[in-house]
């Protein structure tokens, strides 16, 4: 999913992943019970990947999972 987040414009959101065909096999939703999924590109002056690690500049993303359809 990290990579579909920067792919597809920096935002995701899914209100139900029972009915999403990228969580068709995903564990988190089949076996952890996750049903909502929304990520977001950390974003800095237009350049993704604000977090540092070794003075380089690495994906960021933030995320959040719910166990309940929105």
Known sequence: ????ILEEG???IIPD???DKRFHDNPLATEMGM???AGAA???RGV???I???NEIKDGLIIV???KSK
């Open 42 to 44: 950390l974003v800095n």
């Open 1 to 4: 999913m990290l990579s579909t």
């Open 52 to 54: 540092f690690f070794n």
């Open 48 to 50: 993704y990947g604000v």
């Open 17 to 19: 992943t029972t009915k």
């Open 35 to 37: 049903r909502f999924y």
């Open 65 to 67: 999972l719910n166990n």
């Open 10 to 12: 920096g935002v995701l």
